[in-house]
């Protein structure tokens, strides 16, 4: 991105990333360092007429002469529909508009792939405990209304953990704590922050802030097999105007990560809840998020799968490529055949049972296991029925 401005060029790019890391920010530098118009939307309150509006708008600067393209920024893109993404599509490839787009969801999943295809996504991180305390020195420093203030810091930790890498919700904080203490000289320790952000929480959290504390303790409700904190903490997010389909999302997460094979049916029903919220909608959609949150709250849980995805990551980034047995792999030639790929594979379902025991790991991995079973009803049978086909080979 630097190279870009020194060059004198930018391109259309997406900032993904949590809340207070920047994005809008970084915007903004970007259209005053390049000098070229400025326009910002929010995928929130604004539809196709407005995206077209900031597009025409672009166009008579573009003619009038003003620079490079315009730039838009579309905060919260992942809330537009496939339809107001599309608006976009000829203003970007003719150049009118450089677009950067800022999102706290995955934009593979939320940005349209035409759309992705033409621009650079960056990852931009929660702000490190270095990062937010030059924050708040500087703002003591230079904002009109602190820098008339004396302020001692004296405490950072109250400040800096009710922040969660946030630096707006910090500025948030700051400001309160400033007023709530009042007069000239201000020394800041954690009981201070309790004592004034506290008591002013619903004003500290604009906007909607609390949202990745909301979810968190949303999914380690329904872990810890409590659908009425589950139930209370969707709620809060809907109450929240939290997008429906961000939780139908986590919901599918879930089903896999917490339940797994303890019950199968989970993630099928997550599915089909994350289906039903993307075609109902608000209100009525609230009622299928209740009914797959409670479902997944009470079900009996296992992280096997979780646990297994993850040992072999770990295996795989230690061992590297490792090659695949003979016997297992595709043979379309007759080259590959003299070679012997695909020689000594059995056909499972030509065995009674649809079973015949045969190597299927690396050499160097034999009877290497990353699946045990959790101990649920549904995980014990699978257990049994592989300690029936494997014997003793993994130790099931």
């Known amino acids: 991105m630097r190279r870009a401005l020194e060059a004198g060029a930018m391109y259309s790019c997406i900032f993904w990333g949590p809340p207070g890391v920047g994005k809008t920010t970084l915007a903004q530098i970007?259209?005053?360092?390049?000098?070229?118009?400025?326009?910002k939307l929010s995928a929130i309150n604004a539809g196709?007429?407005?995206?077209?509006?900031?597009i025409?708008?672009?166009?008579k600067t573009k003619f009038m002469g003003s620079g490079g393209s315009a730039i838009l920024f579309i905060d919260e893109i992942h809330r537009f529909n496939k339809s107001q993404q599309d608006a976009l599509l000829g203003a970007v490839e003719e150049g009118i508009i450089t677009l950067i787009g800022a999102t706290t969801e995955n934009p593979s999943f939320e940005v349209n792939a035409a759309l992705l295809s033409r621009c650079e996504v960056f990852v931009l991180k929660s702000l490190e405990l270095e990062d937010l305390k030059n924050l708040v020195l500087q703002a003591c420093e230079k904002d009109e209304f602190l820098s008339i203030k004396k302020i001692v810091i004296k405490e950072w930790d109250a400040l800096v953990r009710i922040s969660g890498g946030d630096g707006r919700k910090l500025l948030n904080a700051l400001e309160i704590i400033v007023n709530f203490k009042g007069g000239k000289q201000i020394t800041i320790t954690n009981k201070l922050v309790d004592d004034a952000v506290q008591q002013k929480l619903?004003?500290?959290?604009?906007?909607?802030?609390?949202h990745y504390d909301i979810v968190s303790a949303f999914i380690k409700s329904i872990r810890g097999s409590?659908?009425?904190?589950?139930?209370?903490y969707l709620a809060r997010m809907i109450e929240g105007g939290e997008d429906p389909k961000f939780i139908a999302r986590r919901l599918v997460i879930s089903a896999s990560e917490d339940i797994g094979n303890a019950n199968p049916n989970a993630l099928l029903l997550a599915n089909n809840c994350f289906t039903a919220v993307a075609t109902v909608g608000y209100p009525e959609c609230r009622i299928v998020l209740s009914q797959a949150t409670i479902y997944l709250a009470t079900s009996p849980k296992s992280n096997a799968s979780y646990v297994a995805i993850n040992k072999a990551q770990v295996l795989v980034k230690e061992t590297g490529d490792l090659?695949?047995?003979l016997s297992l792999?595709?043979?379309?030639?007759?080259?590959?055949?003299?070679l012997d790929y695909g020689k000594g594979y059995k056909y499972s379902h030509d065995f009674p049972n649809n079973f015949?025991?045969?190597?299927?790991?690396?050499?160097?991995l034999k009877e290497h296991k990353f699946y045990e079973p959790g101990n649920n009803a549904q995980e014990n049978k699978i257990r049994e029925r592989m300690k029936a086909l494997w014997k003793d080979k993994y130790g099931y």
């Open 323 to 325: 090659a695949i047995p």
């Open 202 to 210: 619903a004003m500290f959290d604009k906007g909607g802030e609390q």
């Open 226 to 232: 409590d659908p009425n904190a589950a139930v209370y």
């Open 356 to 364: 015949v025991e045969q190597e299927f790991l690396p050499e160097e």
């Open 30 to 39: 970007f259209s005053h360092t390049l000098k070229t118009p400025f326009f």
């Open 329 to 338: 792999r595709n043979a379309p030639t007759k080259l590959m055949k003299q």
């Open 56 to 59: 025409e708008k672009a166009k």
């Open 48 to 54: 196709v007429k407005d995206v077209r509006e900031v």
